[in-house]
């Protein structure tokens, strides 16, 4: 490879941040497990490590499907109480931070302590190398922050 096509591929790692908003119900898992599973296969990541960041997208997504058969509440909420979910996946071949935003501190502490799989414990305990709930003062939101290890 010559090296204006090596920094070019480094810096396509580095560089960019994917956002998704999505809906609470049947596709939230299927999309969200797709986006983040291309993102750090982009990003050179190992297959292992690959398999426990799914693990992560299927524990924030799992008490929605548990409460409520995967479709979300009469509303279209989820169980959180929001109708729409937004994530944010930074990744490159050393670590990755997966975002979920516009959270309330409540919604934020809900879903680390609902990220519970069978025979797992708490998935985000596990595998995650640090778990943040940040509030912004700018707005009335707070984001989980999860960052997670290639190695």
């Not at 920094?7 to 809906?23: I, K």
């Not at 750090?40 to 490590?49: C, E, F, G, S, V």
């Not at 799914?54 to 109708?83: F, N, Q, Y």
Request: hydrophobic share 40%; aromatic share 2%.
């Amino acid at each position: 490879m010559s090296g204006t096509a090596t920094s070019e591929r480094e810096s396509a790692r580095t560089a960019s941040v994917t956002r998704l908003r999505l809906s609470a119900g049947p596709l939230l898992r299927p999309v969200l497990c797709r986006v983040v599973s291309m993102v750090l296969t982009r990003a050179d990541w190992p297959l292992d490590r690959l398999d426990e960041a799914l693990l992560v997208c299927d524990a924030l997504c799992a008490p929605g499907a548990r409460d409520s058969g995967g479709a979300g509440s009469a509303d279209g909420s989820d169980h959180i109480g929001r109708k729409r979910l937004t994530f944010s996946i930074q990744a490159d071949e050393h670590e990755a931070a997966l975002r979920v935003w516009e959270l309330t501190p409540e919604s934020a502490e809900r879903l680390v302590r609902e990220a519970h799989l069978p025979l797992v414990g708490n998935v985000l305990e596990h595998v995650a190398e640090r778990i943040a709930v940040e509030s912004d003062p700018a707005d009335a939101y707070t984001r989980l922050t999860l960052a997670l290890s290639a190695r």
